[in-house]
């Protein structure tokens, strides 16, 4: 399961920062959006992957990571989440506006690239 | 017992810390509900918001500044948790200096907003208090990853007020500027989450007190970790060569926002300053120093960086920029080198240079501004970019001006007063950036080179590297005497048969306490300094910190009484 979870994080940062270097804003914004996805991942995968546990205390159970999954980065995975949201969403506004105003989208503005 | 201040601060103090934080969020929400159409309304409580605030940091201030050299410390449990679980928020000698620079620069640059920016698109106020809210923050919590939150806070209230006023520059300097930030706030959150997987927590004190403890095969994760994160840091920081970013939306952004944002750089500074001297303390075992000379030497490059730029802009907010770029990377070398008396006199250094540019960011706007007489025309940014070389055309001599052998029509030519006021601004302004005698940059940068030039531990004998640094820093400060002298015979002396700019009295008064500040800090250099030295001397004594935090109690509440092993308190039917 580490393997498979490694490797998708991989191609999801790596997809990313080739989008994120492409001249296009669209690309540009989808870059970042499977940047903070990779970013997500990686995060959620620092509290160790477990199978069929919970993060939940169960009366009765010992109170250690071997019976439970650490809640802690599932949280701020969350976190996380919720803030990247919200500034794919501002960055989605400027790119509107810079295509407006430039008439292209080019993150530069000029449309003489490609 | 006489009735004094402190008893009043005293008898609120564990609370009086996260009212930083608490103030601008509610100014806000508040400011949210009033419509645009009640400018007047808004302004009124924002300002006073604002010097509510300012009122806090210098209580806060004071609160830290009169304790021993041992420090002070308050630590505040927002949710009432145990220490290490819950967030917390520390006030010490540091914080409350950042607190108190945000306070001064906050109200300066809002005052100067009022005066015409804020109308120039919705939702000013609100997103200014929010940015105090974020700056306020970052400067107080004790844990990483409400740093984060409060880092993503403030980032994102910069985003607004960076586009606030629009236009195609501020747009794309604003694309750039995010999709950068946004990088940087991933990088933040891999570092925060290897430290987390490393070590199992995010409280910085606990995390100072666990990384010596951290086995030899989970150490480079860990070193990696706090590489990310650092990269994170010095992304804010503007560290060369991760500012490509800053000069375009700094200059480019409306004067009020470019003065605030010079603090926002300094943020940078404080949590690389924080957590090396936390984190990496001699105490820290094989972690000890850890990138410290990553920072000299990258600080180093940032300023040589930093001065070649402010060598080769023309117009005076691409300057401001660069000046930036400057104090951030004699900042960060200053404060690699991990010496506490170059760190002392980088502690006076720190607020004047912030003063100084934010000075010069409002300054910037209303020579710009000068360029035409009628104050209704609103110069467009983009009718700003620097061509090489530098206006001729305005060098064309018109028929009759004067010249040096043709002195007669300089007889009886007087120079009107706001000519006057703005050049004596933009004289101190640059003898500040450049660190020239009298003013407090002089004192600032004379302190650190003064510093680094005794090396008791080494046995007098000077390194390779101090002498690069130094080199550098007087260097840097005559790139940017050539730089900004040559602007201001351009804007000042050059021009001829001219109309005198009108200058608004509640625009140039910002400018004006600004730099009387950096004279208040030349005239009291030495309480300032001994301020500077002890707040210096606690950061590397980083235990006092730690303990503090660790050994703060939630208090006993009906829930976690039992827990405490105290009696749980009366609660009313």
Known sequence: MEIVLAIAIGVLTACGVWLLLRPRTYQVIMGLCLLSYGVNLFIFSTGRLALDSEPVLIPGVLETLQNYTDPMPQALVLTAIVIGFAMTALFLVVLLAQRGFWGNDHVDGQGDAE | ?573
Request: charged share 10%; aromatic share 10%; net charge neutral.
């Open chain 2, 1 to 573: 017992m006489t009735w004094s201040p402190y008893a009043l601060i005293e008898a609120v103090m564990p609370h009086l810390s996260i009212a930083p934080i608490l103030l601008p969020l509610l100014t806000a929400c508040v400011l949210l509900f009033l419509s645009e159409h009640r400018l007047r309304t808004k302004t009124a409580v924002s300002l006073a918001a604002a010097l509510l605030n300012l009122i806090l940091a210098v209580l806060l201030f004071q609160w830290t500044a009169r304790g021993d050299a041992q420090g002070t410390y308050s630590v505040y449990l927002p949710s009432n948790w145990d220490v290490p679980f819950g967030i917390v928020l520390v006030l010490d000698r540091l914080s409350a200096l950042m607190l108190l620079l945000v306070g001064v620069i906050g109200l300066m640059a809002l005052l100067f907003a009022v005066a015409r920016w804020h109308k120039a698109g919705a939702h000013f106020h609100p997103l200014f208090q929010i940015q105090l809210m974020g700056l306020n923050g970052a400067f107080l919590t004790g844990d990483l990853f409400n740093l984060f939150v409060f880092f993503e806070v403030m980032l994102a209230a910069s985003y607004g007020l960076l586009l606030h006023g629009s236009g195609p520059a501020r747009v794309k300097a604003g694309l750039h500027y995010l999709s950068v930030n946004l990088v940087a706030s991933s990088l933040f959150l891999v570092g925060a989450a290897m430290i987390y997987g490393v070590v199992g927590t995010l409280n910085m004190a606990d995390l100072a007190a666990k990384i010596p403890q951290v086995s030899a095969i989970d150490r480079p994760l860990l070193h990696a970790g706090c590489a990310i994160l650092g990269v994170a840091f010095l992304t804010k920081a503007a560290m060369w060569p991760l500012n490509f970013w800053l000069v375009p939306a700094y200059s480019s952004a409306s004067a009020p926002s470019g003065a605030i944002f010079a603090l926002l750089t300094k943020v940078g500074v404080y949590v690389l300053l924080r957590l090396s001297t936390l984190w990496f303390s001699p105490q820290a075992g094989e972690s000890a120093g850890f990138g410290s000379a990553w920072l000299v030497w990258g600080g180093m490059a940032t300023l040589a960086f930093g001065a070649l730029g402010m060598l080769a802009s023309q117009r005076p907010a691409r300057l401001a920029g660069y000046a930036v770029i400057v104090s951030s990377g004699t900042l960060m070398a200053m404060i690699g080198l991990g010496r506490p008396e170059v760190t002392a006199a980088a502690l006076y250094y720190l607020p004047t240079s912030t003063f100084a540019i934010a000075a010069f960011f409002l300054l910037t706007e209303l020579m710009d501004r000068s360029r035409s007489a009628d104050p209704g025309v609103q110069r467009r940014p983009e009718d700003e970019e620097d061509h090489l070389p530098f206006a001729l055309a305005d060098l064309d001599l018109q028929p009759g001006s004067n010249l040096d052998d043709d002195e007669e029509l300089l007889i009886g030519q007087p120079i009107p007063a706001s000519i006057a006021l703005l050049g004596l601004a933009f004289i101190c302004c640059t003898l500040l950036v450049a660190g020239l005698p009298p003013l407090s940059g002089f004192v600032g940068k004379f302190a650190m080179l003064s510093a680094l030039l005794s090396t008791p531990e080494t046995g007098g004998t000077l390194t390779a590297v101090t002498w690069t640094l130094l080199g550098l820093v007087v260097l840097s400060g005559l790139f940017a005497m050539i730089a900004l002298s040559r602007t201001g015979i351009r804007f000042f002396w050059a021009p001829v048969g001219r109309k005198a700019p009108v200058l608004n009295s509640v625009e140039y008064l910002p400018v004006a306490v600004l730099v009387g500040l950096c004279v208040f800090f030349t005239v009291r250099a030495e309480p300032l300094m001994r301020y500077a030295r002890d707040t210096a001397q606690v950061l590397y004594q980083p235990q006092g910190y730690i303990d503090a935090v660790l050994k703060t109690q939630p208090r006993a509440t009906p829930t976690n009484a039992e827990r405490m092993g105290a009696p749980a308190p009366q609660v009313l039917p």
